[in-house]
């Protein structure tokens, strides 16, 4: 009677080393098929420009090289796409690092009003170039402490300003709203009246290199990281983010943040 409940017992453990080894097994896949996943999409959005710079220096190399202003232009073309190069390097590194948990908060009180304006004066060129206004939904005369990691918030403002510049559409306008929420909740919002995105694009939207449109986003510039990265900023503070989108009417993200005591 003991060796067969000994058996069983054996058999038992037996049974969930296998089950163990098998979720291992089954997670070191998933775990393989994300890297091969990665690898693949980091090589297709590197190759793009890793090709147009190639083909200035080629062309340069054949002959233009002998035309002053020939040469000039194609050497701040091939700098531009290396411009380019380093910006989706720079965001690989970051999403890298956000993914494997590597990037640390150092949060801080600041007035968020003022950071915003920040944010505003350094995209204004761009904004500029679609005469695209970006303005608050009202003036803000009092600071709205907030307290974050301060340059990662400027990031995941910078990078839903660039978004709705670049799917905006000529002489439109982006709007920023910050508001209280419950308790020591504020929330921010980013609406444009641009392009939008079709529902069914949305649950995905915030995967890495997810575009609605592969060609056509790929030609704006981006690294296609962008909202990935803003997702994982967010959810480093433990706090939230929505989006809103009606396609051919416009797009609204909003995240909320801790109100601080003071600034
Ligand atoms: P990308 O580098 O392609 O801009 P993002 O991660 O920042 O990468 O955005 C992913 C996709 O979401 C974009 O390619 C675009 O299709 C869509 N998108 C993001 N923001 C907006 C917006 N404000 N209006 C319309 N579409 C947007």
């Known amino acids: 009677r003991t060796v067969t409940t000994d058996m069983r017992t054996l058999i038992r453990e037996i049974e969930k080393f296998a089950q163990d080894k098998t979720v291992e097994i089954d997670t070191l896949k998933i775990r393989e098929e994300y890297r091969k996943d990665f690898l693949g999409n980091v090589s297709h959005e590197l190759k793009t420009p890793l090709f147009t710079v190639q083909g200035y220096i080629l062309t340069l190399l054949d002959g233009a090289l002998e035309d002053k202003n020939v040469r000039k232009k194609y050497l701040q073309r ?9 910006y989706i390097v720079k965001d690989l590194d970051l999403i890298t690092k956000l ?26 060129m761009k904004a500029d170039k679609k005469n695209i206004t970006l303005t608050f939904d009202m003036e803000y005369s009092k600071p709205i402490p907030v307290l974050a990691d ?29 508001e209280n929420l419950i308790k020591n909740k504020v929330i921010v919002r980013i609406t444009d009246n641009g392009e939008g995105i079709p529902k069914q694009h949305i649950p995905r939207l915030f995967e890495r290199f997810y575009r609605v449109d592969h060609s056509r986003n790929r030609a704006e510039g981006g690294s296609g990281l962008g909202l990935a990265i ?29 109100k601080a005591k003071k600034v």
Do not use: C, P
């Not at 091939?78 to 380093?86: D, M, Q, S, T």
């Not at 009180?109 to 304006?117: G, N, Q, S």
């Not at 990031?155 to 439109?172: A, D, E, F, M, P």
């Open 78 to 86: 091939a700098n531009k796409g290396v411009e380019r190069l380093i």
């Open 230 to 258: 803003v997702k994982h900023i967010i959810e480093a503070h433990d706090e939230k983010i929505y989006i809103e989108s009606v396609a051919g009417v416009g797009s609204e993200f909003s995240f909320t943040l801790e």
């Open 99 to 124: 993914e494997v948990g590597e990037l640390h908060l150092e949060k801080e009180d600041f007035d968020i009003i003022e950071l915003v304006k920040n944010v505003f004066e350094l995209l204004e």
């Open 150 to 178: 301060r340059e990662k918030i400027q990031q995941v403002i910078t990078n839903l300003l660039v978004n709705s510049i670049k799917y905006g559409h000529t002489n439109g306008t982006t709007e920023v709203s910050v």
